[in-house]
């Protein structure tokens, strides 16, 4: 198992933008895919997107396509999710996932896709 914590949360405007970071523990974090989620109030948790093991394959869930960008850095032990162009609906808890599931990206939006997860950052935009 991986632990992660996330950060980068906050208050924007529609039409913003925020970058959330997501920094795992272990020296493995490699060999994970990573993902978010998010979970706005009386909703279920949804995928939002998901990158391979060297950031060569990703995977976006409709609602955020050409909006936002994950990205990885092994280096690091850390995976990102710019958010450009912000929109009330995006509004929710954010989620960092991880896998060592070793199915196609494109295949793991579940949660129970994934194993590991972090606390969850806000993302609240204004209108």
């Known amino acids: 198992q991986v632990q992660l914590v996330e950060s980068g949360g906050g208050l924007v405007q529609a039409g913003g933008s925020l970058r959330l970071s997501c920094a795992a523990s272990?020296?493995?974090?490699?060999?994970?895919?990573m993902g978010w989620f998010r979970q706005a109030p009386g909703k279920e948790r949804e995928f939002v997107a998901a990158?391979?093991?060297?950031?060569?394959?990703?995977n976006y869930a409709d609602s955020v396509k050409g909006r936002f960008t994950i990205s990885r850095d092994n280096a690091k032990n850390t995976v990102y999710l710019q958010m450009n162009s912000l929109k009330p609906e995006d509004t929710a808890t954010y989620y960092c996932?991880?896998?060592?599931?070793?199915?196609?990206?494109?295949?793991?939006?579940?949660?129970?896709?994934?194993?590991?997860w972090g606390q969850g950052t806000q993302v609240t935009v204004s209108s």
């Open positions: 996932a991880a896998t060592n599931n070793y199915k196609h990206v494109g295949s793991l939006t579940r949660e129970a896709d994934f194993g590991s």
């Open positions: 272990g020296r493995t974090f490699s060999s994970y895919v």
């Open positions: 990158i391979s093991w060297t950031g060569a394959t990703r």
